[in-house]
């Protein structure tokens, strides 16, 4: 008598005619790992979005000065709060494009995927360029990071 797992393995079978694709078996202790280290990445953006605010208002009653640069800090951060919920929504395919295209078959699926990757890519770069002009004109001629001049991406 077979078992589950005997079953499982042969009902992985394709049937004559069957178009099989071999994809490469994902290593679970890497999606682990990953997992990890978006959840804290998550964890770490919503922690400095709630602190930093009241961490201003309590250095600006006691000092009577606020945080340099609290409300950039701030703003930077709901923004990777967008792209850190984004990354986990894709993770979890919960994310929309991902799910547009599952109610969906054969042709008409690969169709609107290209399509929704293609969007995001065009996304993707748009903001890569506006964060290269941000950081282009956020930062004086001479400033650096470490010791890189800032001039130096430009």
């Known amino acids: 008598?077979?078992?589950?797992?005997?079953?499982?393995?042969?009902?992985?079978?394709?049937?004559?005619?069957?178009?099989?694709?071999m994809h490469e078996e994902r290593d679970p202790r890497t999606d682990t790992i990953v997992a990890r280290v978006e959840n804290a990445l998550n964890l770490l953006v919503l922690l400095v979005l709630g602190i930093v605010p009241i961490l201003e208002?309590?250095?600006?009653?006691?000092?009577?000065?606020g945080i340099p640069d609290a409300i950039d800090l701030v703003q930077n951060t709901v923004l990777l709060v967008?792209?850190?919920?984004?990354?986990?929504?894709?993770?979890?395919?919960?994310?929309?494009?991902?799910?547009?295209?599952?109610?969906?078959?054969?042709?008409?699926?690969?169709?609107?995927?290209?399509?929704a990757n293609l969007i995001a890519v065009a996304f993707t770069a748009a903001f890569a360029v506006s964060a290269v002009e941000w950081w282009i004109t956020a930062f004086g001629r001479g400033s650096t990071v470490w010791f890189v001049p800032i001039r130096f991406f430009a």
Do not use: C, K, Y
């Open 1 to 21: 008598m077979p078992t589950d797992e005997t079953t499982d393995r042969l009902a992985a079978v394709p049937a004559a005619g069957d178009t099989v694709v």
């Open 57 to 65: 208002i309590g250095v600006r009653t006691l000092f009577r000065a």
């Open 82 to 115: 967008g792209f850190v919920g984004g990354m986990l929504a894709a993770r979890e395919g919960q994310h929309l494009s991902v799910s547009a295209s599952s109610v969906l078959s054969g042709n008409a699926q690969r169709v609107v995927d290209a399509i």
